[in-house]
């Protein structure tokens, strides 16, 4: 089984950045792409931005582009999320996620899960 662990995440003001982290659990995630997602309450899940396994491509939905980055060191097993001007509506619990099979073409559909790590953002 695939276990992730994201943390990171905290209470910022708008405009503020935090960088989350998502750190591998029993196995090697440099063969493997991460996605990042997040649900705030009362909505559906959104997915946000994915990473290839060596980190040479990533991929952003509109919501986040040029304000979100992903990076990864597969050295320490860790992929991360940069976010930078955060507004209110990123309010949310962000999870980190990845597949044995899927490549990011596919990554609203990533198996394996961590737990989530909560972003409050105050006005």
């Known amino acids: 089984q695939l276990q992730l662990v994201e943390s990171g995440g905290d209470l910022v003001q708008t405009g503020g950045s935090l960088r989350l982290s998502c750190a591998a659990s029993?196995?090697?995630?440099?063969?493997?792409?991460v996605g990042w997602y997040r649900q705030a309450p009362g909505k559906e899940r959104e997915a946000l931005s994915c990473?290839?396994?060596?980190?040479?491509?990533?991929q952003y939905e509109n919501s986040v582009k040029g304000r979100f980055t992903m990076s990864r060191d597969n050295a320490k097993n860790t992929a991360y999320l940069q976010m930078n001007n955060l507004k209110p509506e990123d309010t949310a619990i962000y999870y980190c996620a990845t597949d044995p099979i899927l490549t990011c073409t596919y990554y609203p559909g990533f198996g394996s899960w961590g737990q989530g790590t909560q972003v409050t953002v105050s006005s």
């Open positions: 990473i290839s396994p060596s980190g040479d491509s990533t």
């Open positions: 029993g196995f090697s995630l440099d063969r493997y792409p």
